[in-house]
């Protein structure tokens, strides 16, 4: 088991398996945005020996993001060595949806149990003045066929920005009245790359819950207020699905947290919202035996920072969202 200095036990593991991706959303990365070069990038079995090495010390909850998870090479063989590792309990992943038409399926067969997928708004031009490059047809379609596939239950994610999509707050809420599906507000958090938009525009929780209850009345509140994951649900009466909202910025959930995170160029970070971060990468590479990177993991999980510190203007600043996996 992997305990920190206050008696966390972290167990879960986000893997960024790349920091590339075939969107460039204004809350997370520059258009201009210039990506690792692939040798720098974990390698498959790099990073199947990692999952190895995190099972052994009692994680048994993975999710892969990055950067965009599904334009890495060879996705579904990877996806399939991991979910075969014996440990990983729970294997999900986030992504842009846009090519989950052609790839939920084979993901599902392959073992991946879930997927969060982002969508900030149904109008597809706003959608391509946030994400700048992509269509919102291929996101709804990636919606649909993961449903098709049985990656359930379906969550998906909304970063709200003010100038940009706070009109459509209650549209994506209201999609829960039919869909079983939980729709999750993420307040947008400041990284490098766009930290002063992330600063400028970002919309709290409780104004985007104001938004949706002066337009349809008081959510009811699911599990008595209990977090669900990072998320406190809610649920317009009678709907099907859950709204959520993710407080990471005004009422953050560090007391509860049980995740670490590895890059895509394999750092251990222990806290998304601090730059600490633990190279095993090199290590790996240079020859280490399991035994050290272990005890390497085990001192950095020990060492995991209590919380993120926005609150006194402690911001990020090392890398960009997508480089650390959201
Ligand atoms: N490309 C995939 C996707 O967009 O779902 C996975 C990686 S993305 C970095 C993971 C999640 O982080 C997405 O839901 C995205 O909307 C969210 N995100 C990106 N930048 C953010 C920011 N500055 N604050 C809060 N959430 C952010
Ligand atoms: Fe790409 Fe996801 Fe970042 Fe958008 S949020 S640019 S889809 S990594």
């Known amino acids: 088991m992997a305990l920190d200095r206050f008696g966390r036990n972290i167990h879960y593991l986000r893997i ?27 390698q498959d079995d790099e990073v199947l020996l990692l999952v190895r090495l995190f099972t052994s010390l009692g994680f048994d909850k993975f999710r892969l993001t990055g950067g965009e998870p599904t334009v890495r090479a060879n996705i579904v063989k990877l996806v399939g060595q991991i979910a075969d590792t014996p ?69 998906l994610n ?13 549209g994506l809420a209201k999609l829960t009245l039919n869909n079983p599906w939980q729709v999750r507000f993420i307040e947008m958090m400041p990284f490098a790359g766009a930290t002063d938009l992330q600063i400028r525009q970002m919309v709290t929780a ?37 709204v959520g909202f993710i407080s990471s910025v005004t009422e953050p959930f560090c007391a509860a947290c049980t995740r670490a995170r590895l890059t895509a160029d394999g750092r251990l970070r222990l806290c998304l919202l601090r730059e600490g971060e633990v190279n095993l990468l090199k290590p790996l590479r240079s020859g280490a035996n399991l035994e050290e990177l272990r005890q390497t ?3 950095a999980i020990w060492h995991k920072p209590w919380g993120h510190g926005l609150a006194e203007g402690v911001i990020p600043l090392n890398r960009v969202m997508s480089e650390i996996g959201g």
């Not at 992509?134 to 359930?152: F, K, R």
């Not at 909304?158 to 209650?170: F, K, P, R, S």
């Not at 104004?207 to 998320?231: F, H, T």
Request: charged share 20%; aromatic share 4%; hydrophobic share 40%.
């Open 158 to 170: 909304a970063v709200i920005v003010h100038g940009y999509n706070e009109a459509e707050v209650t």
């Open 297 to 299: 993991i085990l001192d």
């Open 16 to 42: 960024s398996l790349t920091d590339h991706c075939n969107l460039r959303c204004v809350y997370c990365m520059p258009e201009d945005m210039i990506f690792r070069p692939n040798a720098e990038l974990m």
């Open 87 to 155: 440990g990983v309990n729970s294997l999900s992943m986030t992504t842009n949806g846009v090519s989950l038409s052609r790839l939920a399926r084979p993901l599902a067969e392959a073992g991946l149990n879930r997927v969060n997928i982002s969508i900030d708004t149904l109008n597809p031009e706003n959608f391509r003045r946030l994400t700048r490059w992509g269509s919102l047809e291929d996101v709804w379609a990636g919606i649909l066929a993961a449903e098709e596939a049985g990656l359930t239950p379906i969550k």
């Open 206 to 242: 409780e104004q985007i819950k104001n938004i949706i209850e002066a337009q349809l009345g008081p959510l009811e509140i699911v599990n008595g207020g209990q977090l669900d994951g990072e998320a406190r649900l809610f649920r317009i009466p009678g709907a099907a699905g859950d």
